[in-house]
Structures are given as C-alpha cells and as structure tokens.
C-alpha cells in the first residue's frame, strides 16, 4: 500500500467517524473502498458534486446587484483594464 494524505471537510470526516464506528471499520479502508467504487464506475457523484457547489451559495456580496445575469460583461471589462 502506499500512504497517502488527504485532507477532508469537518462534514465528510463526522460522516466518516459515524460509518466507520456504525460498521466496525477503520475510516482508512472506507476511504479505499469509496475510491474503488469511484475508479470501477468512471463517474462522479453528482449529487456530492451539487451538495458542494451549494455550499457556496449566497456565501459571497458583490457591489452590482445583476452580476449574475452580466457576469459576462463584468468579466470582459475586468480583463480589458
């Protein structure tokens, strides 16, 4: 094997922590089967994808109130200057 280190949001490590007491299964060897059902399939998990991407949502203020509909524009005057 070869040793590895990854680094993991506090979600992902609890939910591991809970599986891994849940099962009776290091957290490592939850980890390795993860990948291998990950390399075996070829996909990504989309909704762990979505669940992401939501988190940063709303996160963020902009000073333009239609930045998300001329995100564009704002992009081409930004790269112009």
Request: net charge negative.
């Amino acid at each position: 094997m070869v040793r590895t280190q990854i680094q993991l949001t506090e979600e992902q490590a609890e939910r591991l922590r809970e599986i891994s007491m849940k099962n009776h299964e290091s957290i490592a060897s939850l980890i390795r089967s993860a990948i291998d059902q990950f390399l075996l399939s070829g996909k990504v998990d989309r909704s762990s994808l979505y669940v992401q991407a939501s988190s940063v949502v709303g996160k963020y203020q902009a000073d333009k109130d239609d930045i998300s509909v001329e995100h564009d524009k704002y992009l081409d005057e930004d790269y112009k200057s």
